[in-house]
């Protein structure tokens, strides 16, 4: 198992433990909705959210007369799960779409600059020729923070002057990205802005100035959201979609936080996929989601 995992994995060793016991009631002939009620408890603790909670005991209750035994039952429970996770939809892209241009959009402190460092270390790796945009000029010193990941990765990465339009710098890097032949590119964002709706409204700007340059672009738009936040990661996924399309996410700070069921909640109820997850704060420190071995470390 990998050092994601393994964290993963310990951290849900409380929920798996209590599920184990419930299922275990189950078996028993204890299936009376305090059990029932009890399992959609531990679920909801896990910050796998109420509706999502109470669908996946809902199915549990329906298909009860399948499963034997404890095995039976968690089998079913992984099945419902994986249902909701739709395990085919890893991340991909189109190696004929040349520069692919990735935006990475998010609340201010989830990890979004550190994401991408991650992602242009992991794609630099696999032999692909990665530039970076630092589309973050709100933020005394975002743009540095991208420089200096840059460096160390050995990225070009294309900024600007504090204060200038972050539509620009997104012109500009993509501009760079096509007269460089770069097979992908990866545009920070500021996280923060006067208000919500600026935020929200410059978001908007910088895809109709990339899509202007490279028509199609950018090719994907990727949230990053922090599993400590619970269920506000919910919130911030619903406030993102609605203001501009999504093509999944990215989970960061895994090791800091004992739960990952926001993963299903985030699944069921907007149907994103979560793409990759992150557990710290190197560069290693990224991999894809595998929703199988997800709901092997919950159930
Ligand atoms: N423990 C842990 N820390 C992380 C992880 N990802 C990012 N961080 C830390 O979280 C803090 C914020 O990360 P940034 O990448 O700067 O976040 P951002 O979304 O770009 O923030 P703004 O630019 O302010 O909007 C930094 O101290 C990172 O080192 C992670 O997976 N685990
Ligand atoms: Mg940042």
Redesign the pocket.
């Given at each position: 198992m990998s050092a994601l995992w393994n964290k993963l994995a310990g951290g849900l060793n409380r929920t798996r433990m209590v599920i184990t016991s419930c299922l275990n009631n189950m078996i028993a002939g204890r299936m009376d909705e305090t059990v029932l009620d009890e399992l959609e408890e531990i679920l909801i603790s896990s910050d796998i959210g109420a509706p999502t909670a109470a669908l996946l005991t809902g199915r549990l209750k329906a298909r009860r007369g399948e499963a034997e035994d404890i095995k039976g039952l968690r089998d079913i429970l992984r099945q419902e799960m994986l249902a909701i996770l739709k395990p085919g939809r890893i991340f991909q892209f189109d190696h004929n779409i040349k520069p692919f241009v990735i935006m990475?959009v998010?609340?201010?402190?989830?990890?979004?600059?550190?994401?991408?460092?991650?992602l242009a270390w992991r794609f630099k790796n696999q032999g692909l020729n990665v530039i970076l945009g630092a589309g973050?000029t709100f933020?005394a010193a975002?743009s540095e923070?991208l420089l200096v990941w840059g460096q160390r990765i050995g990225c070009p990465v294309v900024a600007k002057a504090g204060g200038s339009d972050p539509s620009s710098v997104a012109f500009a890097a993509l501009d760079s990205a096509i007269q460089e032949n770069c097979d992908l590119m990866l545009l920070?964002?500021?996280?923060?802005l006067h208000t919500k709706v600026n935020l929200m409204e410059e978001l908007k700007k910088m895809r109709r100035v990339l899509d202007k340059r490279f028509s199609g672009a950018p090719h994907q738009v990727l949230l990053?959201l922090?599993?400590t936040v619970g269920q506000n990661a919910l919130n911030q996924a619903r406030m993102f979609h609605q203001a501009t399309p999504l093509s999944g996410l990215i989970l960061?700070?895994?090791?800091?936080s004992a739960k990952g069921g926001i993963v299903l909640a985030l699944s069921a109820e907007l149907n994103l996929p979560v793409y990759f997850?992150?557990?710290?704060?190197n560069l290693e420190?990224?991999e894809p989601f595998d929703p199988e071995k997800f709901v092997q470390a919950i159930v």
């Open positions: 990475i998010g609340v201010n402190g989830v990890g979004k600059t550190t994401s991408i460092a991650k973050d933020r975002a923070q920070d964002t500021a996280g923060r990053v922090d599993a960061t700070k895994l090791d800091s997850a992150g557990w710290g704060e420190a990224l």
